[in-house]
Structures are given as C-alpha cells and as structure tokens.
C-alpha cells in the first residue's frame, strides 16, 4: 500500500530524523550516565568501583532523561514525516530541516518537544533498570577477570 501510493522512497519516510533521534539519544545517555557517576557517587570509568544497584538506578534515571529531552525534535518530526498524508504528489514536510523549520514557524518552538512527558514516564524507569543490571554485570566481570588478568 505505501509503495503503491507513496513509491518506494516511501518505505523510508522518517529515516533521517529516526537516525538524528537514535544517535543523539545514545550521545547523551552515556555521556549523562558518567557525568552523573562522576557527580553523584565519585565513581569514574575505569576504577575499579561498583556502585550499588540503587546508585545505577538513580544514575541511569537521571540519565534516561537526558535523551528524550536532547531528542524531542526529532521524534516529533520522525512522526510528523511518517503520519503525513498525501494530497496529490504535494506534501506538507518536505524533509528533515524542513519540517523543523515549518513546525518552528507555525506552532513556535515548543512544538517540537510535544509528547515528550509520555516519554520520560516510560524512558527514564526503564533505563534505571537497564543500568543497574549493566553496573552489577560490567562489575562482576571486572572483580572476575579484570584483577586477574596478565598484562
């Protein structure tokens, strides 16, 4: 159906800003998670420390919000481009920078974070779980193998 109606450019309507949203989304979550580790529980990457799971979970809440926060505008314009219809071979979204500019131009700049408290009641409790088994599992490799290995 969409190949029929849209062509097969179609199919990839949305991969622009979906690529933008998942890779600033990780930036920021990493580099959020060890800013947060470093500020909160004097923990640095290579230490030897592990922190408490209730530690990762705070850390990787806070964290969790980075994404959606430095994300927003592409997840809005992800979905813009992919829900847009058709009318003829006109459409409103152009492309990426386009729609950016079309939804800053017509709704103001807080349009471009709509949605964004949905995804911080569902992101952030998610990632504290995520991060809390990763410190646990990355820690006891480290005891395991890291004390012991030969250099």
């Not at 949905?118 to 990632?127: E, N, T």
Request: with cysteine.
């Amino acid at each position: 159906m969409i190949i029929k109606e849209e062509g097969l450019l179609g199919l990839w309507a949305g991969a622009a800003p979906t690529v933008m949203r998942n890779g600033t989304n990780q930036a920021a979550m990493f580099t959020a998670k060890n800013a947060f580790d470093v500020l909160l529980w004097k923990k640095h990457e290579g230490d030897g420390k592990t922190l408490q799971p209730w530690q990762s979970m705070v850390s990787g809440f806070l964290a969790g919000t980075a994404g959606p926060i430095c994300t927003g505008p592409f997840d809005v314009v992800k979905t813009r481009l992919m829900a847009q219809a058709r009318t003829g071979s006109e459409v409103k979204y152009k492309g990426m920078f386009h729609a950016i500019r079309t939804i800053f131009a017509e709704e103001g700049l807080l349009a471009l974070w709509r949605g964004l408290l949905p995804r911080l009641m569902r992101i952030p409790p998610g990632q504290a779980i995520v991060w809390a088994v990763s410190d646990q599992v990355t820690g006891f490799y480290e005891r395991r193998y890291m004390n012991t290995a030969q250099i």
